[in-house]
DNA sequence: AAGACGGGGCG
DNA sequence: CGCCCAGTCTT
């Protein structure tokens, strides 16, 4: 049931707090619908201290959208390299160019519009139509589950179909005609800054004296998700190879799995922990391209532990010196010594790369 | 509706 | 170690 009242206080009192010198960033101040869309797809899953290095980079190499659908695939994931969820890259360019091509260059105005854009979902479509057009929309994302639920003291999950629309609903009555740009850019700093999942201000926040959830002391119950998270574990084996002219070998990941795109050492993937270099030499996922006689073991890294949301991955770097390495394998890249800058790899890759001692034997 | 998809920061 | 972050897409 609708509480007008209740809205206006919240809308009021979140306006009456907000200053947008509290938490600047580049593309607050601005309606170019090209930054703002950027910056909005960075920011998914992504802090903004995360994300505003990206943002620059992005802005740098490519200061229109026209540079960006211009641009080299590869050049594109080299840049995002390190974000995570490297779809939102792949989308990020084909947009680009569905805007160059499809639109004239220039970014359709409306939430409906932005929302045939690959990449652009409810939240961004929202974020964009309000920040760079005016639009009255209310932005929903895990702030202001957040932030709606607990004001309202409002249990329902936020993690289904029913969820969403729900909130959807309250979020829309809370702004009424609130300018959507300040609520939207208010509602968001306000749960970056006070009503945080964690360690909430309670006690300078501006909505106590309604919150419900302050009254009933659910605070930190809220919000409520019905879905559990899975975490699946994996066994990655990366070969190292490397011959006497100091060349490597290294392979794109294509199929539909993480880290699609990006490169890597070629892998071999186990379901059993704790392989050895000689078992694995043995293993019946051992690539057919290597004939292990030609190849002499080096090295092998210590076990390391790369844990991701999903997935917590297991990963052994195996190093082995080949004499006669074939100047061209079917499916794979082979690299010279500094040629490594042009390839978009997984961090747990890059950060091996950048342990200088680790490259000293390898070449 | 349920899974899949990264990486980092913080308690 | 678990949760969360300016969510979206596929199945």
Redesign the pocket.
Known sequence: MPDSDRDSFFSSALLGWYDPDR?P?P??AISDPYRIWL???I?????????LPYFERFVTAYPEVGDLAAAEDEAVMKLW????????AR?LLKAARMVVGSHDGVFPDTYAGL?T?????????A?IASFAFGRQVA?L???V??ILSRFYNDSTPI????G?KHYQELVDGAMGTADARLF??A???F??LVCT???AKCSHCPLTERCKALAENTVYDL?V????????TRYFHFLVLADEKGQTIIEQRLE?????N?FQFPLIETDEPGLGTNALALHANWPDWIATNDLRFVKRSAPL???????TIHVVFHHFSWKGMPEKISGKIILNNKMFENYA????IT?YLADKSLLLDLF
Do not use: C
Not at 117 to 125: I, K, M, N, S
Not at 159 to 162: P, V
Not at 345 to 348: D, G, I, S, T, Y
């Open positions: 938490r960033m593309w607050k910056s909005e797809i920011l998914q899953q992504t802090r903004v201290e995360q994300g390299e390190g974000l995570g969820y490297y779809s939102r989308n929302r854009l690959p990449g652009v979902g409810p939240y961004t479509a974020a932005v994302d895990g702030n589950f957040r993690d289904t179909g029913k969403r939207n850019q509602i968001m700093d749960g970056a999942p964690k360690q919000p998700k019905e879905k559990k998270l899975k975490r699946r539909k799995d993480i880290w699609q990006l532990k790369h844990q991701l949301t999903h997935q790899f997984p961090r747990v950060r």
